[in-house]
C-alpha cells in the first residue's frame, strides 16, 4: 500500500471506544471507521475525490429514496430495517 501512511496516534479511552462501537454497529474495521469519519471532515482529500466523483455524490446526495425505489422496494427495507431493529437477527 503504497498510498497510505502507517502511524500510531494517542486518543482518549472514551474516544476510542466510541470509535470502536462504532466500527462495530458499521460492520467495519477500526481503521475503516476512522478513514471514513475523516473522510467526512475532509471530502475533498478521499479516495476518489476527482470531479466527477464529487458531482456524483452531490448529484446522488440530494435523492430521495422516492425517487431511486419502488414502492415494494421501500416497504420491503423498511420492513428490513425494523427486523433488524426489533433485534430478530441480521438475516
Do not use: C
Not at 47 to 76: C, F, H, I
Request: aromatic share 6%; charged share 25%; net charge positive.
Amino acid at each position: 500500500m503504497e498510498d497510505t501512511h502507517r502511524s500510531q496516534y494517542r486518543l482518549p479511552w472514551a474516544l476510542y471506544e466510541a470509535l470502536k462501537a462504532a466500527a462495530e454497529k458499521n460492520r467495519r474495521p477500526l481503521n475503516a471507521e476512522l478513514v471514513a469519519r475523516l473522510e467526512t471532515t475532509f471530502p475533498q482529500l478521499s479516495v476518489g475525490a476527482s470531479a466527477e466523483a464529487r458531482q456524483l455524490y452531490d448529484t446522488v446526495s440530494k435523492l430521495s429514496l422516492a425517487e431511486v425505489m419502488t414502492p415494494a422496494e421501500l416497504t420491503m427495507l423498511a420492513e428490513r430495517m425494523v427486523h433488524i431493529v426489533s433485534g430478530r437477527g441480521t438475516k
